[in-house]
């Protein structure tokens, strides 16, 4: 296998393989028509050192030659709606002659057409919830891997519908694109604000004080260690989501207010 350079929210080999692997389980248990899935596929360009894609859907009979599906595999703290992410990814496809494509980081998987003639980020889009993995080296974990099996096989089957043309990429009407977006950035944003909660709760005894009777005051049982690993993610992802109603109000008042 062809090892790739380091950078901007990279998934070790590793983790991507086990992705591969089950992309592949899922193809043979559900009778897919792909062929299967490859990671680390590598692109000839202009550019003097070769791109990879992380992962490619080959169709069934026509592997390296007849690519279905082109995934971009980010870590869980990155934004599959990223807008740079979405070019780099539409561009491998454009490569490899894919109709269509993905962005993911591993929480939520993000499905593009790449023949849709309007800007990339007006295109009709599905939206994939496919685990809750915090960290790419999670995927190690049994029960992890079962949650990420069971999100790839429903993105799976519902993408065989729209490939084989039964179904359309859906056209999400304005808010409902939204929420998705906003449960996105919910998703990504959650799990380093987690680990910097952690951190200062080890760290700073003030800190663990006023975070524990906060927790009281919620009606909840309060922490005691890091091994709470839930309930620190679940106080992260609701300032997350109070800091975005705050801005949203304060968005609203800028606009109707002089």
Do not use: C
């Amino acid at each position: 296998m062809i090892m790739k350079m380091s950078s901007f929210g990279y998934v070790e080999n590793s983790v991507r393989q086990i992705i591969v692997e089950i992309i592949n389980e899922i193809i043979k248990e559900e009778n897919l028509p792909f062929e299967r899935a490859d990671s680390d596929v590598k692109l000839e360009g202009p550019k003097k050192s070769p791109n990879f894609a992380d992962i490619v859907l080959w169709k069934k009979g026509g592997v390296l030659q007849q690519a279905a599906l082109v995934i971009e595999l980010k870590q869980p703290m990155y934004n599959p709606l990223d807008e740079e992410i979405v070019e780099k990814t539409f561009l491998y496809a454009a490569i490899l002659g894919a109709p269509y494509f993905a962005t993911s980081n591993m929480q939520n998987i993000v499905l593009f057409s790449s023949s849709e003639n309007v800007p990339l980020m007006d295109r009709r889009k599905g939206f994939y919830k496919i685990s809750s993995i915090a960290r790419p080296s999670d995927l190690r974990r049994e029960d992890v891997k079962k949650e990420m099996k069971n999100g790839l096989r429903n993105f799976l089957l519902k993408f065989t519908e729209i490939y084989s043309g039964k179904q359309v990429l859906p056209t999400i009407p304005v808010d409902e694109f939204f929420v998705y977006t906003l449960r996105t950035l919910v998703d990504s944003l959650s799990t380093p604000l987690t680990d910097a909660i952690i951190k200062a709760f080890n760290t700073d005894a003030v800190f663990k004080r006023g975070f524990q009777n906060w927790f009281v005051e919620q009606g909840w049982t309060p922490p005691l260690n890091e091994r709470y690993y839930d309930d620190f993610n679940r106080s992260a992802r609701q300032y997350l989501y109070l800091l975005a109603n705050k801005l949203m109000f304060y968005l609203v008042l800028k606009t109707h207010v002089p």
